[in-house]
């Protein structure tokens, strides 16, 4: 299903009924990153999966491509929807469009869970400006030597090359979002969060460390922290039985 927002045509997927999830993917993936979610919470919960704008099967505008303009796009996807209030999960970047709404728009949401994020990523090291670059000159080189060092080692190449498929399938102007990343940092508006927040990280994630999420989670109130063993960047497709148990515990 689609829903116009901005002249953009956005993606989701909607099924199931009772207190609202409303899922998020990292930066050039999709909503698929959530099926082994689905059978879990469809049971109990109305489950949303959005593609944001530029990912997956939705529109790929060369406007919007910012934290502001995807934030936008999430206020009017839950207005139009009518999604009463949503527990929002976003993965990597997708954590921070969920503290984000948390921020600036608490009355919309009743609670985020970043997974994998959200990064100060000047602090990380992680070379924004460099990969922005690379991915100008050799797209699919660039994602062929970076996508595998998300996850953990040991991982299934299917899941790594499945991965890559998407980010080759989304639109190009989604790299602007890098220039915002190199300097966002959540850390300063934290302490005084309207809406809760639990952090979901992988024990072994190099690309954003989970001791960013324990500091994000010492800053935030009442927040707490499930740390994945074993998992990378991507815990909810390495170990889905682990995540979906440390997502239904935030729940209950």
């Not at 059978?39 to 919007?64: I, K, M, N, Q, Y």
């Amino acid at each position: 299903m689609f829903v116009d927002v901005d002249n953009t045509k956005l993606y989701y997927e909607d099924e199931g009924a009772g207190p609202v999830l409303l899922f998020l993917h990292g930066w050039a993936t999709s909503g698929r990153v959530w099926g082994a979610q689905l059978p879990e919470f469809v049971a109990t919960h109305r489950v949303v999966t959005l593609d944001w704008r530029g990912c997956g099967r939705s529109d790929r505008p060369a406007h919007g491509n910012t934290l502001d303009g995807v934030l936008a796009d999430l206020v009017a996807v839950i207005e139009r929807l009518g999604l009463d209030r949503p527990i929002v999960v976003g993965s990597s970047i997708g954590g921070s469009f969920a503290t984000e709404l948390a921020v600036c728009h608490p009355e919309l949401i009743s609670a985020a869970v970043s997974v994998d994020g959200p990064a100060f990523w000047p602090s990380t090291g992680m070379p924004l400006a460099q990969l922005r670059s690379d991915l100008r000159d050799d797209r699919a080189g660039t994602f062929a030597g970076w996508v595998p060092r998300w996850f953990a080692p040991g991982v299934e190449p299917a899941l790594v090359d499945w991965t890559v498929r998407q980010m080759l399938d989304s639109g190009v102007y989604i790299d602007e979002h890098f220039d915002g990343c190199l300097t966002y940092d959540p850390r300063p508006v934290l302490p005084g969060l309207m809406a809760p927040i639990h952090y979901i990280h992988g024990e072994l994630d190099t690309e954003i460390p989970v001791a960013v999420a324990e500091e994000c989670a010492a800053l935030t109130p009442g927040a707490s922290v499930a740390v994945i063993p074993g998992a990378g960047h991507m815990p909810h497709q390495e170990d889905p039985a682990a995540f979906n148990a440390a997502l239904r515990k935030f729940l209950s």
